[in-house]
């Protein structure tokens, strides 16, 4: 919930994350999608009138909105700051042979994780097709609603021609899980990069990547989603996001026999395309190439990294990238946990060369994490024991290790630190500070071990007794492992 209590330090710590930016300013946009926006300015306005050098409640704000909407907010509060979850809000309709609605409905599942509740929703249903001028996919209906409870009918789209692609909440006004119909998914596979405006092609990636995670979608065609639409996202964040996506359902989502022989190559291959089909110098260009780096590679795409490392893009096909200490260090890392550097370790010869070419705090933390990064058991041991064991070490010496222990690629020799884990963490919780103990918690949780085994070594270790915050952080990373056996499986089937 955005709303917790917050009895010490480490709940503050815990509770302010992402759940607390992203759905706390979603859940604005949604209040103000409720009452609508004039009413939402006018009701502040009031609000700030009233309280001007006093002190205000959360209900003040609730009764000034309601005054100036009209709108019952009594409930409002409940259902939007003190329940987890999300809503998975679905299109569920019949059409005519001419293509048209006789029936459409909204329906809602239970908050989840969480209780299960439905909530009331503020948002719009659009319908879109083809453009004759252009070819594009654009919005050619718009319907705004309430949707509550576990189904709504829109009499208001009876009639109304189906299209290509239904999209649920569109316009993005509120806090939802949004699934495609199975005509919608199909356009979306085909045709995503025809989406002419960005929200609505946004709100398709994000369906298209909740339905991925949740074992709706294969993570194969997710991962030949990404590979056929990023070019169209011309925002650079837009695209990086999407690649870790894919990098994520690769690694953690498709069958691993498949992304081993056939997912990572490809996504490697397209990758590198891509980077070579940018403007020389771009953004986007180098955001490719820095998606190469943290991907499996094959020993052509070793060929190419280790290219630019003599600081000859060119060479390669990339005229115009830049080859900056960040990116160096980047494809240091890779070659490193490809163990084409540095692989007779513990040593480090090569990456200690790095570090003397850039002497700076983050040279220093870059070198720890490629050195982490390798793949042999004598690295992993060494870095484990550093982190686990040292506590004079520094906070983002400590995070850089633990960024580089875990690779794509790398189960094999990760394997033995699945049961280490759940032995260690009690120790590091206790004798480490909030900040270093949530990074090695996290950022080691055996994310590589999806298995029942695993599961069965989490539900042991939270069997115990525990401190509140150090169980919710577990409970976190064993539900991203059961999420992951789920969608291997339907993947694989």
């Given at each position: 919930p955005v709303a917790a209590d917050i009895p010490d330090l480490h709940a503050?710590?815990?509770?302010?994350?992402?759940?607390?930016?992203a759905k706390g300013a979603s859940v604005l946009k949604q209040l103000v999608a409720y009452v609508g926006l004039e009413h939402f300015l006018a009701g502040l306005r009031d609000y700030f009138r009233a309280h001007a050098f006093n002190n205000a409640t959360f209900d003040d704000l609730l009764g000034a909105l309601e005054k100036a909407s009209g709108r019952d907010l009594s409930d409002w509060g409940r259902q939007w700051l003190k329940t987890t979850g999300l809503n998975t809000l679905r299109?569920?309709?019949d059409v005519d042979d001419a293509g048209r609605f006789t029936r459409f409905a909204v329906t809602q599942g239970g908050a989840a994780p969480g209780a299960g509740e439905t909530r009331v929703h503020r948002l719009a249903v659009g319908v879109y097709d083809d453009d004759p001028m252009t070819g594009k996919l654009v919005r050619?209906?718009?319907e705004e609603l309430d949707v509550s409870g576990s189904v709504t009918d829109v009499p208001a789209l009876q009639g109304v021609s189906r299209g290509k692609l239904i999209l649920v909440n569109d316009d993005d006004l509120t806090y939802c899980s949004l699934r495609l119909d199975d005509d919608s998914l199909r356009t979306a596979l085909r045709r995503i990069a025809d989406i002419a405006e960005p929200l609505p092609r946004t709100l398709v990636w994000s369906a298209a990547w909740e339905m991925t995670r949740d074992a709706e979608l294969k993570a194969r065609d997710f991962v030949a989603l990404v590979m056929s639409g990023v070019q169209a996202e011309t925002e650079v964040g837009v695209a990086q996001r999407l690649l870790l996506q894919a990098q994520t359902a690769l690694n953690s989502y498709?069958?691993?026999g498949w992304a081993r022989?056939?997912?990572?190559p490809a996504f490697a291959d397209r990758l590198l395309d891509l980077a070579r089909e940018s403007a020389p110098g771009s953004d986007?260009?180098?955001a490719f190439v820095n998606a190469l780096c943290t991907s499996v590679l094959s020993r052509n795409h070793v060929a190419v990294l280790a290219t630019l490392l003599d600081n000859e893009p060119a060479a390669v096909n990339l005229p115009g990238l830049v080859i900056d200490a960040d990116l160096r260090w980047r494809i240091v890392t890779a070659l490193a946990a490809s163990g084409d550097i540095d692989a007779d370790g513990p040593p480090t010869p090569f990456i200690d060369a790095e570090a003397q070419r850039d002497p700076t705090a983050a040279g220093k933390r870059h070198a720890a994490a490629a050195a982490a990064a390798r793949p042999q058991a004598g690295v992993k041991e060494q870095?484990?024991?550093?982190?686990?064991?040292?506590?004079?070490?520094?906070n983002i010496t400590t995070r850089s290790i633990v960024g580089g222990f875990v690779q794509p690629g790398q189960r094999e020799v990760l394997a033995p630190f699945t049961a280490r884990y759940f032995a260690a963490i009690p120790g590091v919780w206790e004798r480490r500070s909030s900040e270093v103990a949530q990074t090695v918690v996290i950022g080691l949780y055996p994310s590589w071990d999806i298995s029942e085994d695993a599961l069965r070594a989490a539900d042991r270790f939270l069997g115990g007794q525990l401190p509140p915050a150090l169980r919710r952080l577990v409970v976190e990373g064993r539900a991203g492992v059961e999420r992951s056996l789920k969608a291997r499986a339907f993947d694989a089937g």
């Amino acid at each position: 919930p955005v709303a917790a209590d917050i009895p010490d330090l480490h709940a503050v710590e815990v509770n302010f994350d992402g759940i607390t930016y992203a759905k706390g300013a979603s859940v604005l946009k949604q209040l103000v999608a409720y009452v609508g926006l004039e009413h939402f300015l006018a009701g502040l306005r009031d609000y700030f009138r009233a309280h001007a050098f006093n002190n205000a409640t959360f209900d003040d704000l609730l009764g000034a909105l309601e005054k100036a909407s009209g709108r019952d907010l009594s409930d409002w509060g409940r259902q939007w700051l003190k329940t987890t979850g999300l809503n998975t809000l679905r299109a569920d309709f019949d059409v005519d042979d001419a293509g048209r609605f006789t029936r459409f409905a909204v329906t809602q599942g239970g908050a989840a994780p969480g209780a299960g509740e439905t909530r009331v929703h503020r948002l719009a249903v659009g319908v879109y097709d083809d453009d004759p001028m252009t070819g594009k996919l654009v919005r050619v209906h718009r319907e705004e609603l309430d949707v509550s409870g576990s189904v709504t009918d829109v009499p208001a789209l009876q009639g109304v021609s189906r299209g290509k692609l239904i999209l649920v909440n569109d316009d993005d006004l509120t806090y939802c899980s949004l699934r495609l119909d199975d005509d919608s998914l199909r356009t979306a596979l085909r045709r995503i990069a025809d989406i002419a405006e960005p929200l609505p092609r946004t709100l398709v990636w994000s369906a298209a990547w909740e339905m991925t995670r949740d074992a709706e979608l294969k993570a194969r065609d997710f991962v030949a989603l990404v590979m056929s639409g990023v070019q169209a996202e011309t925002e650079v964040g837009v695209a990086q996001r999407l690649l870790l996506q894919a990098q994520t359902a690769l690694n953690s989502y498709a069958e691993p026999g498949w992304a081993r022989s056939n997912g990572w190559p490809a996504f490697a291959d397209r990758l590198l395309d891509l980077a070579r089909e940018s403007a020389p110098g771009s953004d986007h260009q180098l955001a490719f190439v820095n998606a190469l780096c943290t991907s499996v590679l094959s020993r052509n795409h070793v060929a190419v990294l280790a290219t630019l490392l003599d600081n000859e893009p060119a060479a390669v096909n990339l005229p115009g990238l830049v080859i900056d200490a960040d990116l160096r260090w980047r494809i240091v890392t890779a070659l490193a946990a490809s163990g084409d550097i540095d692989a007779d370790g513990p040593p480090t010869p090569f990456i200690d060369a790095e570090a003397q070419r850039d002497p700076t705090a983050a040279g220093k933390r870059h070198a720890a994490a490629a050195a982490a990064a390798r793949p042999q058991a004598g690295v992993k041991e060494q870095a484990w024991e550093q982190v686990i064991e040292d506590d004079t070490l520094a906070n983002i010496t400590t995070r850089s290790i633990v960024g580089g222990f875990v690779q794509p690629g790398q189960r094999e020799v990760l394997a033995p630190f699945t049961a280490r884990y759940f032995a260690a963490i009690p120790g590091v919780w206790e004798r480490r500070s909030s900040e270093v103990a949530q990074t090695v918690v996290i950022g080691l949780y055996p994310s590589w071990d999806i298995s029942e085994d695993a599961l069965r070594a989490a539900d042991r270790f939270l069997g115990g007794q525990l401190p509140p915050a150090l169980r919710r952080l577990v409970v976190e990373g064993r539900a991203g492992v059961e999420r992951s056996l789920k969608a291997r499986a339907f993947d694989a089937g």
